[in-house]
Nanobody, 124 residues
Framework: QVQLVESGGGLVQAGGSLTLSCAASGRTFSPYMMGWFRQAPGKEREFVAAISWSGSSAYYADSVKGRFTISRANAANTGYLQMNSLKPEDTAVYYC?????????????????WGQGTQVTVSS
C-alpha cells in the first residue's frame, strides 16, 4: 500500500503561482508512475500531468502545457506540481496518484493509489 497526501493548495490571483506537493508513505514510491489529476465542481476528474518513475519522462494535458511542471524526488518520497500563470479555469481539487509504469499516463483507472486532494482556487 502507498498512502499519498497532497499539500500546497490555496487561493491565488490569476497569473500567480502555486507548488503542490505529494508526500508518499508505506511502500517505496520510486517504482511508481506519479500523476496529478484535477476535478472542478460538476466536472469529471481530468488528467493534468504525469511523470515516470525515474523522472526522465513527463506528460502534460494540453491545457497546462508550458505553465505546469511536474517533478519528483524519490529519495524524499515526494512529488511536485509547479503551477505558473494560473487561470480561473485551473480552479479545482487537485489529486496526486500513483500507479505502475504506463505508456498511457492519462488513464485515470490505471492508478492504484490516490490522495485526498487539495483545493486550488484562482481568482480573476
Amino acid at each position: 500500500q502507498v498512502q499519498l497526501v497532497e499539500s500546497g493548495g490555496g487561493l491565488v490571483q490569476a497569473g500567480g503561482s502555486l507548488t503542490l506537493s505529494c508526500a508518499a508513505s508505506g511502500r517505496t514510491f520510486s517504482p511508481y508512475m506519479m500523476g496529478w489529476f484535477r476535478q472542478a465542481p460538476g466536472k469529471e476528474r481530468e488528467f493534468v500531468a504525469a511523470i515516470s518513475w525515474s523522472g526522465s519522462s513527463a506528460y502534460y494535458a494540453d491545457s497546462v502545457k508550458g505553465r505546469f511542471t511536474i517533478s519528483r524526488a524519490n529519495a524524499a518520497n515526494t512529488g511536485y506540481l509547479q503551477m505558473n500563470s494560473l487561470k480561473p479555469e485551473d480552479t479545482a481539487v487537485y489529486y496526486c496518484a500513483a500507479g505502475p509504469p504506463s505508456n498511457r499516463p492519462a488513464l485515470r483507472n490505471w492508478y492504484d493509489y490516490w490522495g485526498q486532494g487539495t483545493q486550488v482556487t484562482v481568482s480573476s
